[in-house]
């Protein structure tokens, strides 16, 4: 079983819709959490960057982390054809350690 | 957050020959800098992690004599495939750790790596 799970998707919706994604972890020791986005052939670009429980919101983007169930959500509102990209769930056990990665979610936002 | 610059975005070479691939930090000095391959659809590994003025850690079943990694200074990392073979075609990316309250990683743009 792998440390993180996250859907592999592709999840299509329309645009303007709320586009819904999540991880799950087994690890207790997490405590930092990431979301970033890669679009086909780029590096990887942070979105939001969490270490606690509860909501923290960025623009279109919020960011849920629920450590009690080792559950993490990102919802994208408004959501753009330009947001259609590979979405990665990351974690660590400190700032600063390295990343444990989810497997990636696509993500296709039709106009 | 920082930038972090990779060189070269693409590479092309023979089975055998030697690649490297460099990864600066263009606004911020980091004491760590991780190397990571990613295949075709699929998500990020980790390779080794960078410290400057040390060896590098490389994760289990990584060959430390095939990547070799050179963290020379605080704004520049090097990993160098040798002998590269067309197995070791991949994506390869570099990520910093940035300080302050919120350390977390930015990443390079990625080097494509085709041996044929």
């Known amino acids: 079983q792998k440390e993180v799970e996250q859907d592999p998707g592709p999840l299509s919706v329309p645009e303007g819709a709320i586009v819904s994604l999540n991880c799950t972890y087994s690890?207790?020791?997490?405590?930092?959490f990431m979301w970033y986005r890669q679009y086909s052939r780029k590096g990887p670009e942070l979105l939001m960057y969490?270490?606690?429980?509860g909501n923290k919101e960025d623009g279109r983007f919020t960011a849920q982390v629920d450590k009690s169930s080792k559950y993490i959500s990102l919802f994208i509102r408004d959501s753009q054809p330009s947001d259609s990209a590979t979405y990665l769930c990351?974690?660590?056990?400190?700032?600063?350690?390295?990343?444990?990665f989810g497997g990636g979610t696509r993500v296709l936002v039709k106009p | 957050g920082a930038v972090v610059s990779q060189h070269p975005s693409r590479v092309i070479c023979k089975s055998g020959t030697s690649v490297k691939i460099e990864c600066r930090s263009l606004?911020?000095?980091?004491?760590?800098m991780f190397w990571y391959r990613q295949f075709p659809k699929q998500s990020l590994m980790l390779m080794a992690t960078?410290?400057?003025?040390?060896?590098?850690?490389?994760e289990q079943g990584v060959e430390k004599d095939k990547f070799l990694i050179n963290h020379a200074s605080l704004t520049l990392s090097t990993l160098t495939v040798t002998s590269a073979h067309p197995e070791d075609s991949s994506f390869y990316i570099c990520?910093?750790?940035?300080?302050?309250?919120?350390?977390?990683?930015?990443f390079g743009p990625g080097t494509r790596l085709l041996v044929l």
């Open positions: 990351a974690m660590n056990k400190a700032a600063g350690n390295k990343l444990t």
């Open positions: 606004d911020f000095q980091a004491t760590t």
């Open positions: 960078s410290n400057e003025g040390s060896k590098a850690t490389y």
């Open positions: 690890n207790s020791a997490f405590q930092y």
């Open positions: 990520s910093l750790v940035t300080g302050g309250r919120e350390e977390t990683q930015y």
């Open positions: 969490t270490y606690s429980s």
